[in-house]
């Protein structure tokens, strides 16, 4: 039988404070740097210290003695207050021997650091190959012996399926059990899972689920006016259609990916509404489109990415219009689709923005390099990209409900994180979600070989350069590992190893299957490995036999991306755990960071400067690629705030209707 309170607690959620203004942010930037202070570092350490001296007091306990142990200290943490707080370190060695027994793995000391951060509500940032997912695990383990669900998020579902299972002897050692989600599971499989202590899932799932139990609730969401309504009409929970029990306690690995690169990404509950009007109109659009031309009849913005019509091109367009029937006449109206699908021509490029799959155009994630099959863009752009491709036209889709996943984590009343790259979100991350980062030090130090950047004057010069690079790392039988920033990308260099007769393994959005498969074995002798940003994040990359001694795994970047922590997850795929390796960018002054960023008769000076090989040139263009990321973060921060801003005025203007935001 269900409790009022545990019923009350199944759609429970915290209501976000308001991103503070003015003074009141210069204050509380204060608080985050405070709160990322080296002392609290350091007082980290020394309670992972003292959990070592506490576990040598039970290493020889027996298995019956040690699980008495944790029964125990479970239920004191579960009554929480002050003994609660007293009994923590006690309890984290009792699940560090736990976890030796169960998975024959002692956690490290700043495995232990790890777990205290993501305990204390803290974003862990601990470099690739340091133990993140039993780190996780331990934490896990305390946040779920106070009884609440607690959610632990991740990328992608072979990583929520890997870890739930791996660690199922751990937690069920520990009186706690764990349940996944996968897009294949059905409602009542959801269920189930989320009934468990800890659910492992993706973000895009269990935001899904929050939204699905949110339509089955209507104007009963707000969990007291529930609990009301079943005091008042009881029926079993079972009837109401809901998978979740409340969000309480989340922890989110890769965790700037989701917390940042993905933040304003609304994720949209649709369906699919017959409209032959759109259809009809997205056609004749591109028709009128093809005979115009970039420069003569518009301009091309590449840093807004916007188009606008030169008087040239609205001459030719009331050309164009003149035998079409009256809609056609009206100049907003058309001048607005044509130019969407000039944008679509543009701007979405296939084996960048997205790629043909089964006669079917599927978004590719800028940031993972994954295939996004179930998203569409909106207002008919996707239609227009479709036309495009000359393809049939899928019917456009009606939002029946949203949200971001930056409102959505901020819902959580306990929230941590953890992954490789984060110091350079830091203040992002306290003024939006209240997470302090802590960078958490390797175990053992890191022996990587970062070369300093090679620009080249064009893409061209820059293949060519990598393919010599790859050629002679490959000819001692170095592994290396290539990072491109686009399908279209990872296509060309791996037909310019074809040409050189090279046997390598490519993985992008198309050729994604065995992804952690290809990833495991890209430390391999000789093994060369293409792959865009996806990299297999989660699956550690092992040294074959010999590797080392011949410096380890060499990873190359064949162009820089607008978020420098993109960067850094690339080339922290090597020199995991004290292992040798090296790291190198391979770019071009006509890569589209630049293009983008920088203005073009700057653009044009340094390619003169790097294509004569001035004196200080390398140095010139470094600078500039540098500038352009700043910007581009920059753009990306602000339109992040902007989201969370206007999130804040929807939920503060709904308060009024007596509807609430979701």
């Not at 609440?148 to 299972?165: G, W």
């Not at 069920?172 to 009542?188: K, Y």
């Not at 965790?255 to 993905?262: H, K, R, T």
């Amino acid at each position: 039988m269900t409790t009022p309170t545990e019923f009350y607690r199944r759609t429970d959620y915290r209501s976000p404070a308001s991103l503070p203004k003015g003074v009141d942010a210069w204050a509380n930037r204060w608080i985050g740097a405070y709160r990322r202070r080296g002392g609290a570092l350091n007082q980290l350490r020394q309670r992972a210290t003292e959990t070592e001296v506490l576990w040598g007091q039970i290493q020889d306990f027996t298995d019956h003695q040690l699980r008495v142990r944790i029964l125990e200290q479970r239920e004191i943490i579960r009554r929480g207050g002050r003994a609660a707080e007293s009994s923590l370190l006690p309890a984290l060695a009792a699940i560090r021997e736990a976890a030796h027994r169960q998975l024959g793995l002692m956690a490290f000391p700043e495995q232990l650091m790890g777990a205290l951060a993501l305990h204390g509500g803290c974003l862990a940032e601990m470099a690739t190959g340091e133990g993140k997912t039993l780190t996780a695990g331990i934490a896990a383990v305390l946040m779920a012996w106070n009884g609440r669900p607690c959610h632990v998020v991740t990328v992608n579902d072979y990583l929520v399926e890997r870890d739930a299972q791996w660690l199922g002897p751990l937690y069920r050692f520990c009186g706690i059990h764990a349940g996944f989600v996968t897009a294949q599971h059905s409602p009542e499989e959801r269920r189930q899972a989320y009934a468990c202590d800890i659910t492992y899932t993706t973000s895009k799932e269990v935001v899904a689920d929050f939204l699905r139990d949110s339509l089955k609730l209507g104007q009963l969401r707000n969990p007291t006016r529930r609990l009301v309504q079943q005091l008042l009409h009881p029926r079993p929970e079972a009837q109401d259609g809901l998978v979740m029990r409340g969000l309480h306690s989340a922890i989110i690995d890769e965790a700037d990916s989701i917390l940042i690169d993905e933040a304003v990404t609304p994720l949209i509950i649709s369906a699919p509404r017959a409209n032959d009007s759109l259809k009809e109109v997205v056609h004749i659009a591109e028709s009128i489109a093809q005979p115009l031309e970039a420069s003569t009849h518009y301009s091309v913005n590449l840093r807004h990415r916007e188009i606008e019509l030169t008087p040239a091109g609205n001459a030719r367009l009331d050309e164009l219009c003149a035998p079409l029937p009256g809609f056609w006449k009206a100049p907003e109206r058309r001048t607005e689709l044509i130019r969407q699908a000039l944008v679509a021509r543009e701007f979405y490029l296939p084996g960048r923005q997205y790629v043909v799959v089964d006669g079917k155009v599927v978004i590719v994630d800028e940031f993972t390099g994954r295939q996004m099959a179930q998203r569409t863009w909106r207002q008919g752009l996707h239609q227009a990209v479709e036309a495009k491709e000359g393809l049939k036209l899928s019917d456009p889709s009606e939002t029946i409900a949203r949200i971001s996943f930056q409102r959505y984590f901020r819902f959580y009343h306990r929230l941590a994180g953890m992954t490789g790259t984060a110091r350079e979100a830091a203040p992002e991350l306290w003024q939006t979600y209240g997470l302090p980062v802590l960078t958490i030090p390797p175990h053992l130090p890191n022996r990587r070989i970062q070369h300093p950047d090679l620009i080249l004057p064009t893409a061209e010069a820059r293949w060519a350069a990598v393919v010599d690079e790859v050629k002679a790392v490959h000819a001692r039988r170095q592994p290396v590992l290539i990072g491109t920033r686009s399908v279209a990308a990872s296509e060309r260099l791996a037909e310019l190893l074809e040409n050189e007769g090279m046997s390598f393994q490519l993985l992008n959005a198309i050729r994604h299957h065995e992804e952690a498969t290809v990833v495991a074995m890209a430390g391999e002798a000789g093994r060369i490995t293409i792959a865009t940003n996806m990299a297999g994040r989660g699956t550690d990359i092992r040294l074959g036999q010999g590797v080392a001694a011949q410096g380890g795994l060499h990873v190359i970047a064949t162009e820089r991306h607008e978020s420098g922590r993109v960067d850094r997850q690339l080339f922290g795929r090597n020199a995991r755990q004290g292992d040798p390796g090296s790291a190198h960018a391979i770019l071009s002054v006509e890569d589209e960071l630049l293009k983008r960023h920088i203005p073009v008769p700057v653009q044009q000076q340094i390619q003169r400067a790097v294509e004569n090989k001035l004196p200080g040139s390398q140095r010139l263009a470094t600078a500039a690629m540098r500038i352009a990321q700043g910007i581009a973060q920059r753009k990306a921060e602000a339109l992040r705030t902007n989201v969370a801003k206007v999130d804040t005025w929807i939920e503060e203007s709904l308060s009024f209707t007596g509807r609430e935001a979701g």
